[in-house]
């Protein structure tokens, strides 16, 4: 009797082990593309006007893929700080994307880092939990790639580089409009 209750423990704590590696497959992926609009808020003198246009492709997570080249960030007044032309910046970024199978509700982080090729200035943009995200909706279902729509990033700035480039504040970034409302 003891070596079958033994042997039953034995086999449900195999059971239970194999169930811990199996992959769900009640998933929505959700892609995200078109135009974003970002306006920052606070800094001073030149680093408080870089409102800025993008565009750029991810799917669920993973870097951002900027679609919007030879000009992957256009700010509205770079002046000083990025300064004007063409090929007058480099950006990357990443993202991370979740969807509500039941709602269809997407959340997620985001970062974004713009660079002068002309000097030294770096604007870092972080939409991560608590103080930021990302949301907007997806129009996927199970075990297929959606489209996000009604896309806002929010979170913090901060820029540092050349004289008079430096600052930090909080912004949002809204997917295809200039205003949007945060969640």
Do not use: H
Not at 112 to 140: R, Y
């Amino acid at each position: 009797m003891k070596k079958l209750a033994i042997l039953a423990a034995v086999a449900s704590l195999m059971i239970v082990a194999s169930c811990a590696t199996n992959t769900a497959t009640n998933f929505i992926n959700t892609q995200t593309s078109g135009n974003w609009e970002a306006r920052l808020t606070g800094g001073a003198g030149p680093a408080s006007q870089l409102n800025f246009i993008t565009s750029f492709i991810v799917v669920d997570s993973g870097p951002l893929s900027f679609t919007s080249s030879p000009y992957p960030v256009s700010f509205f007044n770079a002046g000083a700080c990025f300064g004007t032309g063409e090929n007058v910046v480099n950006a990357s970024g990443s993202a991370n994307l979740t969807t509500n199978s039941g709602t269809g509700q997407v959340t997620g982080s985001m970062n974004l880092t713009v660079q002068s090729t002309t000097n030294s200035s770096v604007l870092t943009l972080t939409a991560q939990p608590p103080n930021g995200g990302v949301s907007g909706t997806s129009n996927g279902t199970v075990g297929t790639t959606g489209t996000l729509s009604n896309g806002v990033a929010w979170g913090t700035w901060s820029l540092t580089g050349a004289t008079g480039c430096t600052g930090s504040g909080s912004f949002t970034m809204c997917q295809g409009q200039s205003t949007c409302t945060i969640p």
